[in-house]
């Protein structure tokens, strides 16, 4: 591997990443500085501390930096839970963003434990 692009949980991040920018588009307006922008700020967090972590010169740095990225995807499902339940977005949309971030936590995780 030459760079943190060749990761496939950093390539499935920034897939998540655009789903949720797209998705969020549709929020109403009065959730611009509520739940859209934090929604995003997690979703961004994902691969950005993917990459950071690889970055770093320390396999302890790596780890702490995907258990940061686990927490900022806990924080999205959470969001998009939230989001489902206020219906500003339906059950598909849930489900296909739910599926790729569960995929991603596993991706995590054995990256984390192994």
């Not at 109403?28 to 500085?33: A, I, M, Q």
């Not at 961004?44 to 940061?68: M, W």
Request: charge should be negative; aromatic fraction near 12%; hydrophobic fraction near 35%.
């Amino acid at each position: 591997m030459k760079t943190y692009r060749d990761l496939v949980v950093w390539q499935k991040s920034m897939v998540l990443v655009t789903e949720v920018y797209e998705i969020s588009k549709k929020f109403p307006k009065e959730e611009l500085y509520g739940l859209t922008s934090q929604i995003r700020r997690c979703a961004i967090s994902l691969p950005s501390n993917i990459a950071e972590g690889y970055g770093r010169n320390s396999t302890n740095d790596y780890i702490h930096f995907l258990r940061i990225a686990s927490g900022s995807l806990y924080e999205l499902q959470t969001q998009m839970e939230i989001s489902l339940n206020l219906q500003y977005i339906d059950s598909r949309e849930f489900e296909n963003l739910y599926e790729l971030s569960r995929e991603i936590e596993l991706m995590l995780s054995s990256l984390i434990w192994s």
